[in-house]
């Protein structure tokens, strides 16, 4: 089993920046695709940006240019850095881990999930 622990969330204006962490801890060896997801209240699950063992990456168009995923294998953690933050962004992100390579979109993909944290842009 494997379990991801998120932590970074919090209030934030419009135009701030936070970075999201996520932990892997269990059987996280066998862990290839790493990704983030948010939902917003009445929307669905969508993905946000992903990473994988060999460095791919996935962006949704939305926060390309914004958002920036990392990696650090030593620490089994995963980071989100979101600049120029907007009120759309607003939502409860996840963090998911699979075995495979695929890099979403669907989130059916994904085994292992994080609790989530919340992330509200608001002036």
């Known amino acids: 089993q494997v379990q991801l622990v998120e932590s970074g969330g919090g209030l934030v204006q419009p135009g701030g920046s936070l970075r999201l962490s996520c932990a892997a801890s269990?059987?996280?060896?066998?862990?290839?695709?790493m990704a983030w997801y948010r939902q917003a209240p009445g929307k669905q699950r969508e993905l946000v940006a992903g990473i994988t063992t060999d460095g791919s990456t996935r962006y949704a168009d939305s926060v390309k240019g914004r958002f920036t995923i990392s990696r650090d294998f030593a620490k089994n953690t995963v980071y989100l850095q979101m600049n120029s933050l907007k009120h759309e962004d607003t939502a409860v992100y996840y963090c998911?881990?699979?075995?495979?390579?695929?890099?979403?979109?669907?989130?059916?993909?994904?085994?292992?999930w994080g609790q989530g944290t919340q992330v509200t842009v608001s002036s």
């Open positions: 269990g059987s996280s060896f066998v862990i290839n695709a």
């Open positions: 998911a881990a699979h075995q495979g390579y695929a890099l979403g979109p669907t989130a059916d993909l994904f085994d292992y």
